[in-house]
């Protein structure tokens, strides 16, 4: 971790002095540029960090447990990912039950899981691509995130699981903190997390399996498949 962080602080104060010593307006505006960028990466690797923690804090283990509803969840959660997805060209969309999807759970750390499932689609799904959202209700609660980005290779999928362990040949930059997170809430909620590849041919779909809540009958199964809902709607 603190390998982790030394890298973007260190970029940070090299392209500040490199910003600095010139007087060119359009060198600067470069510097500005580069020195936000790795603001936001820095940003993101602390909220990654702090996400691992609250997930293996012991009183978030204990007493914050509740009755959640996978898709209310997502549906908001979705919206804020659409500016990404638009100024990538991504075909963003979600498949739904159109019913409650309950079970026990976290709502803070369900909404962390969530959000790394789809920011990990987003980003390695190249422009003009297609990240689709979904949830099923068969014996068991599901969700999925489908994209059709660079894939991980089969002796990557359960590695990619291990902290700080990235695939070779991304050109993305990341903390490899992604994954890691989803498993350790997804395991906190009795989840089951799965890596396999896009049927259509490129990309992954990750599948997490969570036990319905005990205190709701689970919904019955809607046969075939749900409309997709795309974000923006057309």
Do not use: W
């Amino acid at each position: 971790a603190a390998h982790q962080m030394r890298t973007p602080l260190t970029g940070l104060r090299m392209q500040t002095d490199l910003a600095l010593m010139e007087s060119d307006p359009a060198q600067i505006h470069r510097s500005l540029q580069q020195i936000s960028q790795s603001a936001e990466r820095a940003s993101h690797l602390i909220n990654q960090l702090l996400s691992l923690a609250r997930a293996e804090a012991s009183y978030e283990k204990i007493y914050a447990v509740e009755q959640v509803d996978l898709e209310a969840l997502l549906r908001p959660m979705l919206t804020d990912f659409v500016p990404r997805a638009l100024q990538k060209g991504i075909d963003f969309g979600l498949e739904t039950t159109d019913q409650p999807l309950l079970i026990d759970g976290n709502p803070v750390l369900l909404g962390e899981l969530l959000k790394n499932l789809i920011d990990n689609a987003l980003k390695y799904t190249p422009v003009g691509g297609c990240v689709t959202v979904r949830t099923i209700a068969t014996e068991k609660a599901i969700v999925e995130v489908e994209d059709t980005g660079v894939g991980i290779p089969e002796a990557d999928r359960e590695r990619v699981f291990e902290r700080f362990y990235r695939v070779l040949g991304s050109a993305e930059s990341g903390s490899g903190l992604g994954l890691p997170i989803v498993r350790e809430i997804a395991e906190l909620h009795r989840a089951k997390v799965s890596l396999s590849p896009n049927p259509a041919g490129q990309g992954t779909i990750v599948q997490v399996v969570f036990p319905f809540s005990r205190t709701e009958p689970p919904p019955p199964a809607l046969p075939g498949p749900m409309a997709r809902n795309q974000f923006p709607p057309a």
